[in-house]
């Protein structure tokens, strides 16, 4: 078998096991929130986290038992009030298990609630500083999340076993200095704008997406969640785009130019002959896996494609240096120019 042949074979196989434990999932009598792994497109059927990498959210490892139960009430309570996305329930969880694995290399695992002590916190945040591989801001993150967790417990009176103490204090995050805005250099986006460069990205949803980042200055994010057809126009005809503002939570328009406005009805008109029998629910659907195309371009795959096209256009900074651009880059472009 051609290795070609073996890659479309990999993703039907890959895309009949996600149906079928779809289909468990959707058929099984135990109630999503007793579940260790809850599938994250049952918990937003209105697709507002479907841009997000995560698509499952997992409580195993969370050891002991008392513990993972209060992490599923925790998550339940935040999801519900859309607090927390379930990129932010990772985070949390990655926490608690740092927390757990930490506790059972101490011999100090807490079997009951009482055990999780002030003591205990301050031995885990004293080894937390002193752990090797680990950067500053990752260890702000990990004590920012337990704090938020044992705050959210304290708060809703969740377990009356755990010590009054059992606390991390504002004073004890570690202080990260702020990062500087990396914008592009006008002298590498002069490299990237021309159709020259443009037309080197590897098929046409992503030199779509590129031409209406860099025009835009949309988030990619609320760029690759674009709907097949996003375009409106005021009562004198000019266009505009309609998009989600993920971050903000609402639904907002900017007008677009010509040439974005072409740019698009050209993806519309490519996707259309790819799915004829009805088109993507996206104007950017991901390339595999996707046969129905109800799935968005994921960022991480955006960026790889930015990586390798800057690689092979070998942009250079006026020092001659090569250069990094990321997706959201060209959205501080645009708030600068």
């Known amino acids: 078998m051609r290795r070609q042949d073996q890659g479309h074979a990999l993703g039907f196989l890959r895309y009949a096991r996600d ?16 579940w ?13 986290w479907a841009h997000q990498p995560v698509r499952r959210t997992y409580f195993t490892d969370i050891e002991p038992a008392w513990l993972r139960a209060l992490a599923k009430r925790w998550a339940r309570w935040r999801l519900g009030a859309a607090t927390k996305s379930p990129a932010g329930v990772q985070r949390t969880t990655g926490a608690l298990r740092r927390l757990c694995r930490w506790a059972d290399s101490a011999d ?12 205990l916190l301050e031995d885990f945040l004293a080894d937390l500083r002193r752990a090797p591989g680990i950067g500053e801001a990752q260890r ?23 010590p009054v103490t059992a606390v991390y204090h504002r004073g004890e995050l570690p202080r990260v200095p702020a990062a500087m805005p990396r914008y592009i250099d006008e002298f590498v ?23 209406v980042l860099i025009e835009t200055g949309l988030r990619s994010v609320d760029a690759m969640r674009l709907p097949f057809d996003p375009v409106t126009s005021d009562q004198a005809g000019a266009p505009y785009l309609r998009f989600c503002n993920h971050k903000a939570s609402r639904d907002a328009i900017i007008p677009i130019s010509d040439r974005v406005l072409e740019a698009i009805g050209c993806q519309q008109a490519w996707l259309r002959e ?14 595999w896996r996707n046969a129905d195309g109800i799935y968005p371009l994921a960022g991480q795959t955006l960026n790889r494609r930015l990586k390798r096209w800057l690689a092979d256009l070998d942009v250079r900074d006026a020092q001659g240096q090569p250069v990094k651009v990321t997706a959201h880059q060209f959205r501080t472009r645009s708030a600068r120019g």
Do not use: C
């Open 19 to 34: 149906r079928l434990q779809r289909l468990a999932e959707e058929t099984s009598d135990i109630r999503l929130w007793a």
């Open 140 to 162: 702000r993150s990990v004590i920012i999340d337990l704090k938020v967790f044992l705050d959210d417990v304290r708060m809703h009176h969740w377990e009356h076993a755990l």
């Open 274 to 287: 790819r799915w004829p029998t009805g088109g993507p629910a996206w104007l950017f659907p991901r390339p």
């Open 189 to 211: 986006m002069a490299q990237l704008e021309t159709g020259h460069a443009l037309e080197r990205l590897p098929d046409h949803t992503t030199r779509t997406l590129v031409r």
């Open 36 to 48: 260790d792994t809850w599938p994250v497109d049952r918990l937003d059927p209105d697709g507002r």
């Open 108 to 119: 100090a695992r807490p079997a009951t609630p009482a055990i999780l002590t002030r003591e």
